[in-house]
């Protein structure tokens, strides 16, 4: 990936995109970047290999940008199909340095530190918790165990004797 990030840096590029800005959205990052072209420099040969590389994670990017559920195996073939040549290891390889896993494949957050999802559906009971004015809450949760205070009965049994008939028909 790396020669690809030094190919839109370089000066003589038509649309120069600077190292970070492409590192950023390539999800790389940049102290690797330099690290590498410190040890042969910033104007060294980049190898066949790296760029073949390069060309090959493009192709895959591509493939996967363009559909998120494919697997290695899938993003390969339309790789292929664009004109990359590239073994199925190699492919993989590629695939999981950068993260790109199928949106079906992995199984992200199952123990008690993941994030909760979207609602599954909608709430069919249509609870409002909106409160009627300013310091007011209401009651959504009663305490069943029998208490000392309402002469031995739940809370619920409670507002049921103290309500009015009146209020109870309504």
Request: net charge positive; hydrophobic share 40%.
């Amino acid at each position: 990936m790396y020669p690809l990030v030094r190919e839109l840096a370089a000066a003589d590029a038509p649309h120069r995109v600077p190292v970070a800005v492409t590192c950023r959205v390539l999800g790389l990052a940049r102290q690797p970047y330099y690290r590498s072209y410190l040890v042969r420099g910033l104007d060294g040969p980049v190898t066949d290999a790296e760029m073949a590389e390069a060309y090959r994670a493009n192709a895959l990017f591509d493939a996967h940008r363009d559909d998120p559920e494919f697997s290695h195996r899938f993003l390969l073939d339309e790789a292929r199909a664009a004109g990359e040549a590239t073994a199925e290891r190699t492919a993989w390889r590629i695939c999981r340095d950068n993260g790109w896993w199928s949106a079906f494949g992995k199984r992200r957050g199952r123990g008690k530190n993941a994030k909760a999802g979207p609602p599954v559906h909608d709430d069919l009971v249509r609870r409002g918790f909106t409160a009627d004015g300013p310091n007011r809450l209401r009651r959504t949760y009663h305490r069943r165990r029998r208490q000392r205070r309402l002469a031995r009965l739940t809370p619920v049994e409670h507002e049921t004797i103290m309500t009015p008939p009146a209020a109870l028909a309504a």
